[in-house]
């Protein structure tokens, strides 16, 4: 089952604008990470945020995170080309023993140039 | 230093073979997680091993194990292969036990007809 479900499933925007992508999830969490997939390859790292935070910077990401409403969003602000690919929020629980993740369906973008 | 990295990139195995995939950590990182992710789907959560021992495990069946040796590195095996299995596995390591990013490697892409 999914602890995590991304919204929309699929945006597509020009080159400059800015994306926005939500999660929303289901029990409580330790923390809430962000992971960009290109064409079905390995994810890579975005961003961390755990549960005692409200929102995170790290370049052209914002995060944001809301632990009443169970959500989050990411936005890419001055998108370009290259960030097209899928987005997926992954939460990690606190009764966890380990680290692991519970990921949603993603977030696929475009950018067109 | 390097990244994650796996073998075989890809793999294509018929319906009752057995598979090992390998995986091996960023040097330093302790833990070693394997995910499954299905055509379309966000990945699920198989395996964690930490210092060598298994400290979570996902919803599959016990045709799936694995191991971690003493330099970290993992195996992930699946026995009795269905025509389901296919997908691309993905290995992960992080640096602690819990509540920290994870790396993901580039995956193995398992075909099984």
């Known amino acids: 089952s999914q602890q995590g479900e991304e919204d929309p499933q699929a945006l597509s925007i020009q080159e400059g604008e800015n994306a926005t992508m939500n999660c929303s999830y289901k029990t409580s969490i330790n923390n809430l990470q962000w992971y960009r997939q290109n064409s079905g390859r390995g994810l890579v790292h975005l961003i961390l945020i755990r549960s005692n935070e409200r929102e995170k910077h790290s370049g052209r990401l914002r995060v944001t995170l809301d632990t009443s409403k169970k959500s989050s969003s990411l936005l890419i602000t001055a998108s370009r080309a290259a960030d097209t690919a899928s987005y997926f929020c992954?939460?990690?629980?606190?009764?966890?023993?380990?680290?692991?993740?519970?990921f949603g369906g993603g977030t696929r973008l475009m950018v067109k140039p | 230093d390097a990244g994650v990295t796996q073998s075989p990139t890809h793999l294509i195995k018929t319906r009752g073979q057995h598979v090992t995939l390998r995986c091996s950590p960023i040097s330093g990182h302790k833990s070693v997680s394997w995910y499954q992710q299905v055509l379309g789907q966000g990945p699920q959560f198989i395996f964690q091993y930490y210092e060598k021992e298994e400290r979570g495990r996902g919803n599959f069946p016990d045709r799936f194990s694995a191991r971690q040796f003493p330099n970290y590195s993992s195996e992930l095996n699946v026995n009795a292969l269905l025509l389901g299995d296919s997908a691309l596995y993905l290995c992960?390591?992080?640096?602690?036990?819990?509540?920290?990013?994870?790396?993901f490697g580039p995956g193995t892409r398992l075909t099984v007809t």
């Open positions: 992954a939460t990690g629980l606190p009764n966890n023993a380990g680290n692991m993740l519970t």
């Open positions: 992960a390591s992080s640096l602690r036990l819990r509540g920290n990013e994870q790396y």
